[in-house]
């Protein structure tokens, strides 16, 4: 495999600087999923633990380097699980933490980043908008800005859960039970640094990257094979609405994902739905992403055995309940 920014090594060395309550998340076959979907499915299931998203393996990383550096302050721009990730480990380091977010950012998020004890600052526009007040912050401060993907602790953080996917290979399996690992495709950090490890470790496994269709940035710069913008976007899934992707983020997803789509709103609902019923899991729509790739494209998952990230829980309640009662009740 052609490099990346990542490093196996350190990937591997960032596992003892995590929390263990954020490592070793469960992964398990759920076969109730499987009649419906008509394809073998795992879940590795990064909901379970403080923060409720698999944000804080990055976070967790980065506290941990600023405080053996002596630093006391940090700031972030975040859609709500990188701000909340970003209070939970400045925390327990010592840190002073402020986060920067959209005023139409989900309110449970917003609110469990001030139970968490971290300032915050809410802005008109859009996290884009936030992420240049974070940065405007850090630049007067002199404090550290925590750019999520860009920064490579937050990839070889989230990089962890591929080592504990691809586990029975590194114990000497000829090979991995799944063919396929689907990832929730926003800022790029989950799937670069998952596609990283499985792509060095599992190189047959398919590496699909799914974004809405209504924040389709960064799978254009893919498909393109150059950074694509957008004016806007219009999705549900909150916490993957980027629309400025990152050069360096783009040149690490095209060594190391095989493909990215876009899935149409009605599809995550219907995801979020089906792992509801069939899972009992109360996830985010950003969660839903691989679900809703497999409900688009079964012919293409036909048979073979899927792994979806489910990468967050953080939602609103009216919110959710609106989502899941639009779905429709997919039956085997």
């Not at 586990?167 to 998952?194: H, K, Y």
């Not at 040149?251 to 995801?271: F, K, N, P, R």
Request: glycine share 10%; aromatic share 4%; charged share 25%.
């Amino acid at each position: 495999m052609q490099k990346t920014r990542l490093d196996t090594a350190r990937i591997r060395a960032a596992r003892r600087l995590i929390d263990p309550v954020f490592l070793d998340t469960p992964l398990y076959r759920c076969e109730a999923l499987e009649p419906v979907l008509g394809c073998g499915v795992s879940i590795k299931l990064e909901t379970a633990n403080p923060v409720r998203s698999f944000k804080a393996r990055g976070t967790e990383v980065i506290a941990s380097l600023l405080a053996d550096e002596g630093s006391r302050a940090v700031v972030c721009a975040s859609a709500g699980n990188l701000g909340q990730a970003l209070a939970w480990s400045g925390r327990g380091r010592g840190l002073d933490v402020t986060v920067v977010a959209s005023r139409f950012a989900t309110r449970a998020k917003l609110d469990r980043i001030r139970a968490l004890g971290a300032g915050l600052e809410l802005v008109d526009g859009d996290h884009e908008s936030a992420r240049e007040r974070a940065a405007a912050i850090a630049r007067h401060e002199g404090i550290r800005l925590v750019e999520d993907s860009l920064d490579i602790e937050t990839c070889e953080g989230a990089a962890t859960i591929g080592l504990e996917l691809v586990e029975p290979v590194e114990r000497g399996d000829t090979s991995p039970s799944f063919d396929t690992v689907l990832i929730a495709l926003g800022g790029g950090a989950l799937a670069t640094g998952v596609g990283h490890v499985v792509k060095a470790l599992a190189p047959e496994v398919e590496v699909i990257c799914v974004q809405p269709l209504g924040a389709p940035a960064l799978t254009r710069s893919w498909h393109r094979k150059r950074v694509v913008t957008t004016d806007s976007t219009d999705t549900i899934a909150d916490g993957v609405a980027g629309r400025y992707p990152i050069p360096a983020v783009l040149d690490d997803l095209l060594l190391v994902a095989d493909d990215a789509v876009l899935v149409q709103e009605a599809s995550i609902m219907a995801g979020m739905r089906m792992l509801l019923d069939h899972a009992g899991l109360v996830v985010e729509p950003s969660a839903a992403l691989g679900i809703a790739a497999i409900i688009e494209d079964r012919d293409r998952f036909a048979g073979r055995h899927v792994v979806t990230i489910v990468c967050g829980s953080n939602v609103d309640v009216d919110a959710y309940h609106r989502w899941i009662g639009a779905a429709p009740i997919d039956r085997p």
